[in-house]
């Protein structure tokens, strides 16, 4: 058998010889030697021999040093010849033998046999120790097992039982560290641990506390993803000697110590988990021999806890049921108690037609003897005995009509021939009024109530008079009665409402006042109304405009005050209203005589002045411009001394319809007498050059509307305006100054030719002048044709050339090459859009039939932009076919680009014409996408080949997230709906990279080329 030898001599030559005695390779013996005592407890801490030779004295120190490191291990002492009372001494303190060295070493002759048999001794005594303590061990177990039954038994609780177990748990297995709890399941069937004795692990005052606070109940712990969780879930036991380093051993809670070995012993009980049992930090570790010798232990636990569970449910049944039975008791005292007292009669009656019980009232009120009900008896016996005693008086006059047959049939019939009616009424001897309810039962039977109504009838009555009075009074009255709920609906109308105002009465139920339909009453007045009827208040004349079904228009006057009930709590209003139509009419026609020009219906000069102060106002207060247009016919005087003044006021007619025709209807056109006009316009821009335009914008409007011909009597005639406009901002300047200044501007114009237009202030003048130069310069431009095509070119992921976007430029003769951005606008102002569109388009399609006929170019595309007045044209779709024919290009090789705001408007008509030109092979594609308004269900009907992302998004996408986004969104939009996406603005290689990563593979922009002639593509 393979022994290992330390040998521990500092005498070299003698160690070589007992080393090469005891070394059999045969054997398996191996010598470990050691020179002096230090090396020797080196050794000893890092390996266990099975036996030690020492000799007597070495380096270091004596034999003696070493006993207290052998922790059992057999040891020899080797002593020199003549020591032996040594020997003696050593065997004393320990040595488990000795060798007396020769001088010639004989004894290394016999020293093998003294090795064998102090091993054997050793193994021996260890084997009758371990003994010893298994049976030391199986006593106490048996021990623990009595003590827990007697804890079990005796112990009100779970916490001392378990406590009790821990403390045997701890002994038997030598740890560290203990827990013993119930094993719970949480609603959603996660079982948990309820601690209910731990061993003290608390490392600080909080800790403790917390502890403490959960002791009696038992700590909750609940962690599944922890070496106690892994016992609780799988049911089995749980072994982990190296417990620092298992996945396991996370979800321990603050102040448990560090686990280094775990033992998780679940407890069964008829096939449940009912505790558990976790043990730790025994330093040897743990095996299954342990969980095989606790067995006994935690089975006895475990029948004991079932047994208890079991009890207490036991326990907690029967005070449930002694608790209900206590419960039942009062409720039913409480029920006789109520039937006795309450007013009405009731009675219970059973699937066979037998009164099972009754309360007093019923007697009193039915004037019945109680023997005749103590002995339960049917319903038509008691009927017999009230019909005999005349109770119904004859042929059952005093019951309802109703229910007279069923009443007839119980007596005679004894019931059950006639439908049961809900309830009835029967009048009493004394004059009484009874009420009779009946309630079916489910199982059979029925119950009945008896209430004394005669009170309630006799107010009913009088009600009913009243109501009779009162209907008959609205109904000759002019004025008309309503009520609202809480809620302001209307619940109630009586009076003559319909037939004054002609809207039925039944369109106002279940709706406010400012709910129906039909009203005409600004936001203001429905805010200041319904702030009064919040608040309760009493209102008077409160008036509104409606609409008839035969359109109508009626004026109401409506006074009404809230409605308390005798809580105090608001519970609607009530009022009467009144048809002021014909009052409104007659004040409507003193305005219009007071304020309102007789020939032309316009506003005169007091409205005017009151509408200019408030659009001052106005102005001031929203930082917006106003404009003062002051209007002269020219030449009027000779209209009306060459034709008469019947026709010169028919004509002034003509100039308020037409000058009203061109402004909004919220702008103001006023006659101050003669031929002089003015008109107020509100809410323009506030920036003054940009509000100068817009005013401007509208007296070339009416400019062009007032120099058609007039008809008059059968005769065409011209007259012409001169028009002098006044910007103003704010109320610095009265508004007599700004008509004055308004009225000389007027002079101006018409000291520059008449049938034109002037600003007051000389540098708004001057920039009129300027927009009206350019617009003189487009029409001369038009007409020689002096704008020209540029072409920014369009390529695919390789460079590749696709096509072009044709970009419209202006060489003018002195003003050199012109920037859309400079007369694009003002040609949409004008109009020009029009004919300079229909330029560009022809020059984009005559180029598409030069490239067609080089081979090299006949694939490529060419978009050009169209605007949103092009499009909108009824003829735009065979325009677009003219100038196809007329150039010979080819449909499929154009592309027209469409903007976003365009498609807003008329939705339909868009998809048409797209329609009716793409069939023709025309392409479509919306340009500048993301920066509009376009609704994607509009988007997904519209015939696009493609999406153009606009620059500004392009820009900016390798620095800022927002942009890569909204880019990133748009590419992937784009192929959802299987559309081409080309990127606009495309500068820098680092921009052209991103967008071909994320899908986009067509590209226009400075970084493949800038807009120029078609010569350089």
Not at 464 to 480: G, I, M, N, P, V
Request: glycine share 8%.
């Amino acid at each position: 058998m393979p022994i290992s030898i330390l040998l521990i001599e500092s005498d070299h030559s003698h160690a070589q010889a007992v080393v090469g005695a005891l070394a059999d390779p045969w054997s398996g013996w191996q010598v470990e030697a050691r020179a002096s005592l230090a090396e020797a407890r080196a050794f000893l801490q890092q390996h266990r021999p099975d036996v030690v030779l020492v000799a007597q004295s070495t380096l270091g120190g004596a034999a003696y040093d070493l006993l207290q490191l052998l922790q059992g291990v057999p040891a020899i002492i080797i002593v020199r010849m003549g020591a032996e009372t040594h020997a003696a001494q050593a065997m004393r303190h320990g040595f488990d033998d000795f060798a007396v060295q020769d001088a010639a070493l004989d004894y290394l002759l016999t020293l093998p046999a003294q090795i064998d048999a102090v091993l054997e001794r050793s193994t021996g005594a260890r084997a009758r120790l371990a003994a010893e303590a298994m049976l030391a061990r199986q006593h106490r177990l048996l021990q623990a097992i009595s003590r827990a039954q007697g804890m079990f038994i005796a112990s009100s609780g779970p916490r001392a039982a378990f406590e009790a177990l821990l403390e045997e748990l701890m002994f038997l297995s030598q740890s560290a560290f203990g827990l013993v709890g119930q094993v719970q399941r949480a609603p959603d069937g996660h079982p948990f641990l309820r601690v209910h004795a731990m061993t003290d692990i608390s490392w600080d005052a909080a800790s403790r506390a917390l502890y403490a606070q959960h002791a009696e109940e038992g700590m909750v712990f609940d962690s599944l993803h922890s070496l106690v969780g892994a016992a609780l879930v799988s049911g089995e036991p749980v072994i982990s000697n190296d417990a620092c380093h298992d996945p396991r051993a996370a979800g321990t809670p603050p102040g448990h110590p560090v686990l280094r070995t775990y033992l998780g012993l679940p407890i069964h009980a008829a096939g449940e988990l009912v505790a558990m049992v976790g043990l730790a930090n025994r330093s040897e570790g743990y095996s299954q021999a342990d969980v095989q010798f606790l067995q006994p232990l935690l089975n006895t636990v475990g029948q004991l806890e079932t047994a208890r569970r079991a009890e207490l449910a036991r326990s907690a049944v029967e005070a449930e049921l002694l608790r209900t039975s206590a419960l039942l008791g009062e409720k039913t005292r409480a029920l006789e108690v109520t039937l006795a007292n309450i007013s009405q009669g009731i009675t219970n009656v059973d699937a066979e037609g037998r009164i099972r019980v009754y309360n007093r009232r019923y007697l009193e009120l039915l004037d019945l003897p109680e023997a005749l009900l103590a002995s339960q008896p049917k319903v038509e016996d008691v009927v017999r005995y009230q019909t005999e005693r005349g109770d119904f008086g004859p042929q059952f006059q005093l019951i309802e009509p109703m229910a007279r047959n069923y009443v007839a049939s119980e007596y005679a019939a004894h019931g059950g021939q006639l439908t049961m009616p809900d309830s009835y009424v029967r009048r009493t001897h004394n004059g009484r009024y009874i009420e009779v309810r009946t309630r079916a039962l489910e199982p059979g039977g029925r119950v009945r109530t008896f209430t004394d109504v005669t009170d309630y009838l006799s107010t009913l009555e009088a009600l009913r008079l009243s109501e009779a009075r009162w209907r008959s009074l609205t109904q000759l009255s002019s004025d008309w009665y309503w009520e609202q709920d809480a809620e302001f609906r209307f619940v109630r109308l009586d009076g003559n409402a319909q037939q004054k105002t002609g809207v039925p009465d039944e369109v106002h139920y279940g709706l406010t006042r400012w709910e129906l339909p039909d009203t005409f009453v600004d936001e203001g007045q429905w805010r200041d109304h319904r702030a009064l009827l919040e608040a309760h208040q009493v209102f008077h004349d409160f008036e509104m405009q409606r609409v008839t079904h035969d359109g109508q228009p009626i004026w109401v006057s409506i006074s009404g005050e809230p409605i308390f009930d005798a809580e105090g709590t608001f519970t609607g209003y009530r009022g009467v209203a009144r048809d002021i139509t014909e009052r409104k009419l007659a004040e409507a026609q003193i305005q219009r005589l007071a304020f309102y020009d007789e020939l032309t219906g316009l506003p005169n000069r007091r409205l005017l002045m009151d509408r200019l102060e408030r659009a001052v106002a106005a102005s001031t207060r929203e930082g917006n411009h106003g404009a003062l247009l002051f209007l002269d016919l020219d030449n009027f005087k000779g209209i009306n001394d060459t034709m008469g003044h019947e026709w010169g006021d028919r004509l002034l007619v003509q100039v308020g319809a037409r000058v009203s025709a061109c402004v909004r209807a919220t702008d103001t056109v006023a006659r101050l007498g003669g031929d002089e006009f003015v008109v107020v316009i509100e809410g323009l821009h506030t920036e003054e050059a940009e509000a100068a335009a817009e005013a401007e914008a509208v007296a070339q409007k009416v400019l062009v509307a007032l120099n058609q011909p007039y008809q008059v009597e059968g005769c065409e005639m011209h007259s012409t305006p001169s028009i002098g406009i006044a910007l103003f901002l704010d109320a610095q300047q009265p508004v007599q100054e700004l008509l004055k200044r308004a009225d000389l501007a007027m002079y101006q114009a018409k000291a520059q030719g008449r049938n034109t237009l002037c600003f007051f202030d000389p540098a708004m003048q001057a920039a009129a002048s300027a927009r009206s130069a350019l617009e003189g310069d487009i029409r001369l431009g038009l007409a020689r044709t002096e704008f020209l095509l540029h072409y920014q070119p369009v390529v695919d992921e390789t460079g590749q050339l696709l096509g072009a976007e044709a970009l419209v430029r202006w060489n003018h003769p002195q003003r050199g090459m012109v920037s859309p951005a400079d007369f694009i606008p003002l040609a949409e102002q004008t109009g020009l859009i029009l004919p300079l569109g229909r330029q560009v388009l022809a020059m984009a399609c005559s180029q598409l039939a030069l490239w067609a006929a080089d081979p090299a170019k006949a694939d490529w595309t060419l978009s050009v932009n169209v605007s949103a007045q092009e499009f909108r044209q009824s003829d735009f779709v065979q325009d677009v076919l003219a100038v196809l024919r007329d150039s010979g290009a080819d449909a499929r090789r154009l592309k027209l680009e469409l903007t976003e705001s365009l498609l807003l408007h008329d939705v339909e008509d868009s998809i048409l014409k797209m329609q009716a030109l793409r069939t023709l092979g025309v392409g479509f594609s919306l340009d500048d996408f993301g920066t509009g308004y376009s609704s994607l269900s509009y988007l997904k009907r519209l015939p696009l080949d493609q999406l153009k992302i606009d620059q500004s998004f392009v820009r900016d996408v390798l620095t800022d997230p927002n942009d890569a986004a909204i880019a990133c969104t748009i590419i992937t939009l784009a192929h959802s709906l299987a559309l081409d996406v080309v990127a606009e603005g495309v500068e820098t290689e680092g921009q052209r990279a991103f967008l071909l990563r994320n899908g986009c593979k067509r590209f226009q922009g400075y970084l493949f080329g800038r807009p120029g002639p078609a010569a350089l593509l």
